[in-house]
């Protein structure tokens, strides 16, 4: 009934380990999700971050869904990890994210990222300000 249509998904995701963060999200994903199995068919993807760990929300006791609380959005494509680069996703992830090591063998994890093409920033209500991908 929802084929060819959008829907959002949590995925836990990680940039590096935590002395290596590279800005570019890798994801620990297995085909028996359908977001993974649609990613594959249509890479386009949007992954938004809210400022949940800032300091202006936290000091002034703001939920970090609100307006006020700024937003990245990354825009771009998401692919299957490279051989080459398996082994700094597996530390990305695990480093980060120790629980998946005991997910189900049987799910044939593997790992994606995102190659991000566009990035926006939500600081305030509607307003986004575009930022160049090198920054």
């Not at 290596?20 to 994903?29: A, C, L, R």
């Not at 202006?56 to 998401?78: H, S, W």
């Not at 998946?100 to 044939?108: A, H, I, N, Q």
Request: negative net charge.
């Amino acid at each position: 009934q929802i084929q060819g249509m959008p829907y959002g998904n949590c995925l836990l995701l990680s940039d590096g380990p935590v002395n290596n963060s590279t800005g570019i999200p890798f994801f620990y994903v297995t085909l028996k999700d359908n977001t993974v199995a649609d990613l594959l068919k249509n890479p386009v993807a949007s992954l938004t971050l809210p400022e949940a760990d800032g300091n202006f929300c936290r000091k002034n006791v703001i939920d970090p869904e609100d307006p006020r609380c700024a937003r990245l959005t990354l825009m771009g494509q998401m692919v299957t990890v490279s051989p080459e680069e398996v082994e700094f996703a597996k530390q990305a992830m695990f480093s980060r994210h120790p629980v998946v090591r005991k997910w189900p063998r049987s799910y044939e994890w593997f790992f994606m990222k995102m190659n991000i093409e566009h990035i926006w920033l939500q600081s305030w209500y509607g307003e986004v300000s575009a930022i160049a991908v090198e920054e």
